[in-house]
């Protein structure tokens, strides 16, 4: 995929805007651990555990983005200046023909505008996506929907959460 592109967005909400995906930068990193952290505690926190949130937001935080971009692909949604939103893909266990989706986020008051959709268009355009004949999602609660809309389904017909309170989902090319 390109380093970065243009949507346009056009709905009830955002109105007109241009908005641009591109790939993660270093100096993104403490901007994005905000952004992460801000979602969980304010969107994922109906399904989870306050203790849960922070476990995961201490994994989030910018040191670990930017060890995390060294392995996979992470992308940024920005609205101007402004990062609202991320998506990242990289290797299933270094497997060269599967991949997993990771740390897809849109900050709140962004939410149900496309901006989701347009992350797993830019993630599926991604070198890590089209080399692999399979995809898998860790899925949260608060997101397993969304990414059954996005034509992922439970890995092996198991709908339950795992030890982790994730659901896997997967989707075959």
């Keep these: 995929m390109p380093s970065g ?30 952004v992460i952290a ?25 040191e670990n983005l ?14 101007d200046k402004k990062i609202i939103g991320c998506g990242a893909i990289g290797p299933y266990w270094g497997k060269e023909d599967e991949s997993s989706i ?7 008051e962004y939410q149900g505008n496309g901006i989701g959709r347009k992350i797993f268009e830019a993630l599926e355009q991604d070198e890590y996506f089209l080399r ?9 609660k608060t997101a397993v929907d969304f990414y059954k809309k996005m034509g992922y389904d439970f890995k092996n017909g198991i709908t339950e959460v795992d030890d982790e309170q994730l659901y896997h989902l997967e989707k075959f090319r």
Excluded: H
């Excluded at 304010?42 to 989030?60: A, G, P, V």
């Design 102 to 108: 990771f740390t897809v986020f849109v900050l709140p």
């Design 5 to 34: 592109y243009t949507l346009q967005m056009g709905n009830r909400n955002l109105g007109e805007k241009k908005m641009n995906i591109r790939r993660f930068q270093n100096e993104d990193a403490n901007e994005l651990a905000d």
């Design 66 to 79: 930017i060890e995390r971009s060294k392995w996979m692909n992470v992308y940024v949604v920005c609205d």
């Design 38 to 62: 801000y979602t969980l505690r304010t969107t994922n926190i109906k399904d989870y555990s306050t203790e849960y949130i922070e476990n995961d937001i201490s994994f989030l935080r910018a």
């Design 132 to 140: 692999a004949k399979r995809i898998e999602i860790p899925a949260s």
